[in-house]
């Protein structure tokens, strides 16, 4: 039944080739997409090839550790990256320690995935998250690759839409050959999809080791000087929104300017998770007469910064007073809770963290607030900021809960090096 998908696939790609040719996010690579590279990429030589695959930013970050903790068993061995978005794309390329080669993922169209298994010949292909491309996978299979899937999720609410897609397709759980699950409920529910549950390993999130001791630091962290790059002074107490979507941006501006009434001083950063998208924030705050900059023109004398740039969210973190995570108050299922709590900062979302529900169990009550709305959310923060002794408290307990939680990456670095064995590569 595998035909029926690949039609589909060449279908959709007909239907969608103008909004993907136009679209920010995706428009870049466009050779690459298509498994078109020069003659004698990647340049890996005799060196076996692992084959680490993400959608996003986050995912090529939630790899890093993992990558680290191979390179550190293997060093010989030769790692590429792989992206789908333009941001993840960036990251990878400018440098990952361990990564020897970043490029956009082929489109999952058979003869796409073909020529770049051809060119790059992977011994494992380590696929993150819930990225489970059916073409790409048969393709990672048909040149002799061991396939893995890294901190792997099967959302709950679409179980039932895995098991009608898979019914129809075929299954891609049974052809790979290592399922690295985050917790327990995932791995139950890749077996009730029909994973064979010897390949089926309970690994932890890698997430949770993504954060070394410079993100955690109280002092000399540079954060002064981060601070006049934004022109702003030392003493201003700083809210940062973090990875926010369509739908939250306005209502977080529109609390912000409330907030000021009571502290004048009180500066914002707002980082959309599209960085794309930062003319749209900028336009929401002229709308409301709030001076805004973006971040790649500072330094500037603005109240208000709109983050426009890649791989900076993590480091505006640490000037940070409290953090208020996007992608909560909308049906986004949330975003990365961990990052700013690894920074010491009291970590505030909204009710929808799905996406994120280990972090969030352990963060609440520990330096972690949940609140239903942006009404309750104006609440909390004013009376936090008030309280520079408390906000510094929360922040040490939100710390504390994620530092404890570590060895993900080393547990599926070790399966990795299992299935490199298996196929004879080391």
């Known amino acids: 039944m595998f035909w029926v998908y690949a039609a589909l696939m060449h279908l959709i790609l007909l239907l969608l080739l103008p909004l993907w040719v136009l679209h920010p996010k995706l428009r870049g690579g466009f050779r690459q997409r298509l498994g078109l590279h020069p003659a004698g990429w990647p340049g890996a030589g005799e060196r076996p090839v692992v084959w680490f695959h993400g959608a996003s930013a986050g995912d090529v970050l939630a790899q890093k550790s993992v990558i680290a903790e191979l390179k550190a068993a293997h060093p010989e061995l030769f790692v590429l990256q792989s992206c789908v978005t333009n941001s993840g794309y960036e990251i990878a390329r400018r440098g990952i320690a361990g990564v020897d080669g970043a490029m956009y993922a082929p489109l999952d169209l058979p003869w796409a995935v073909a020529r770049v298994m051809r060119a790059v010949r992977p011994r494992v292909l380590v696929l993150e998250y819930t990225e489970l491309w059916p073409a790409l996978i048969r393709g990672a299979k048909k040149v002799g690759a061991a396939v893995v899937l890294g901190n792997g999720r099967i959302h709950p609410r679409r179980v039932w839409r895995y098991r009608l897609l898979y019914r129809l397709i075929g299954n891609p759980l049974r052809w790979l050959d290592r399922l690295c699950m985050r917790?327990?409920?995932?791995?139950?529910?890749?077996?009730?999809?029909?994973?064979?549950?010897?390949?089926?390993?309970?690994?932890?999130?890698?997430?949770?080791?993504?954060?070394?001791?410079?993100?955690?630091?109280?002092?000399?962290?540079?954060?002064?000087?981060?601070?006049?790059?934004?022109?702003?002074?030392e003493a201003a107490p700083v809210l940062v929104c973090g990875s926010t979507h369509a739908g939250e941006e306005g209502p977080l501006l529109d609390m912000y300017a409330a907030l000021r009434e009571g502290l004048p001083d009180l500066r914002l950063l707002i980082a959309p998770r599209y960085p794309e998208r930062s003319r749209d924030v900028l336009h929401l705050c002229r709308k409301r007469n709030l001076a805004a900059t973006p971040r790649s023109r500072c330094p500037a004398a603005t109240p208000v910064i709109v983050l426009d740039t890649v791989g900076e969210l993590r480091a505006l973190y640490r000037i940070a007073s409290a953090v208020v995570v996007g992608g909560s108050f909308v049906r986004r299922g949330?975003?990365?809770?961990?990052?700013?709590?690894?920074?010491?900062?009291?970590?505030?979302?909204?009710?929808?963290?799905?996406?994120?529900?280990?972090?969030?169990?352990?963060?609440?009550?520990?330096?972690?607030?949940?609140?239903?709305?942006?009404?309750?959310?104006?609440?909390?923060?004013?009376?936090?900021?008030?309280?520079?002794?408390?906000?510094?408290?929360?922040?040490?307990?939100?710390?504390?809960?994620?530092?404890?939680?570590?060895?993900?990456?080393?547990?599926?670095?070790e399966a990795i090096g299992e299935e490199l064995r298996r196929v004879g590569a080391t």
């Open 334 to 413: 949330g975003q990365n809770l961990l990052e700013p709590a690894a920074c010491r900062k009291p970590v505030l979302f909204g009710p929808d963290v799905e996406n994120f529900a280990d972090a969030a169990r352990r963060l609440v009550g520990r330096g972690g607030i949940q609140v239903a709305d942006f009404a309750r959310l104006r609440s909390v923060l004013a009376a936090l900021l008030a309280q520079p002794a408390e906000l510094e408290r929360l922040g040490e307990l939100a710390f504390e809960a994620v530092a404890g939680v570590k060895g993900a990456s080393r547990r599926e670095a």
């Open 183 to 233: 917790e327990p409920e995932e791995a139950q529910r890749v077996l009730a999809l029909g994973a064979d549950p010897a390949r089926v390993v309970v690994t932890g999130n890698t997430k949770y080791d993504a954060f070394g001791p410079e993100d955690g630091q109280r002092g000399g962290d540079g954060s002064g000087a981060l601070r006049a790059t934004l022109g702003w002074p």
